[in-house]
């Protein structure tokens, strides 16, 4: 996403997170911007049964939690350590300064949002309209064009968990709905699902 060297010179800090670690909670008021290094981090929210419900999972080079940060709001989710990672970490007037300066980066920030906003919009006609087969093969169509993938079979790099926190299914089925996707010979299966 922006440029790790011009965050670092505008006073950037790479803190280190374990895996399971909270990077920053629902309700905690937003002060900075958070650009995933290495590792990968979730957005999620928890029920009051537990369940939760995945907003997004961000990767090496993606931002997170800039909507709060920009409208001056308490952040809608909690960001989590999903494997250990790295994440650079600025403060809002720090980020707001270098934003000013570099117009690429401001259109770069714009980019990441508007696909951010496609996802969650798609992701809720899909919650709302449609079975969980389809869901499922919507949720890794969307990877596949996001992460450029132009090879024959995508391997889909997330739990069933994961698919079903994604999409507002239960584990158990996801697991029906793969194994229906399979017989039907709509994605393969082995330790990963592939499309």
């Keep these: 996403m922006l440029d790790y060297e011009l965050l670092i010179q505008a006073g950037g800090v790479i803190r280190g997170y374990k895996k399971g670690e909270t990077i920053l909670e629902e309700g905690g008021h937003a002060r900075f911007y958070y650009q995933v290094v290495g590792g990968e981090v979730k957005m999620v929210n928890t ?21 709060p940060l920009f409208l001056d709001v308490a952040y809608p989710a909690s960001a989590i350590a999903l494997t250990d990672c790295d994440v650079i970490v600025l403060e809002k007037t720090k980020l707001l300064d270098l934003l000013s300066q570099h117009f690429t ?11 951010r906003i496609y996802f ?8 709302s309209l449609y079975d969980a087969s389809h869901r499922i093969i919507t949720l890794i169509d969307f990877l596949k064009e996001r992460d450029g993938y132009s090879g024959k079979l ?9 698919i079903a926190d994604l999409t507002g299914l239960r584990v158990e089925t996801v697991i029906r709905a793969i194994k229906y996707l399979t017989e039907k010979e709509l994605v393969q299966k082995g330790r990963k699902i592939y499309r």
């Design 105 to 115: 980066l401001q259109l770069q920030l714009v980019k990441s949002l508007s696909e």
């Design 120 to 127: 969650k919009s798609m992701i809720a006609k899909e919650i």
């Design 47 to 67: 029920g009051e049964n537990g369940q939760e419900f995945i907003q997004g999972i961000f990767k090496e080079g993606n931002s997170f939690a800039e909507p």
């Design 154 to 162: 995508y391997p889909v790099n997330l739990t069933r968990q994961q």
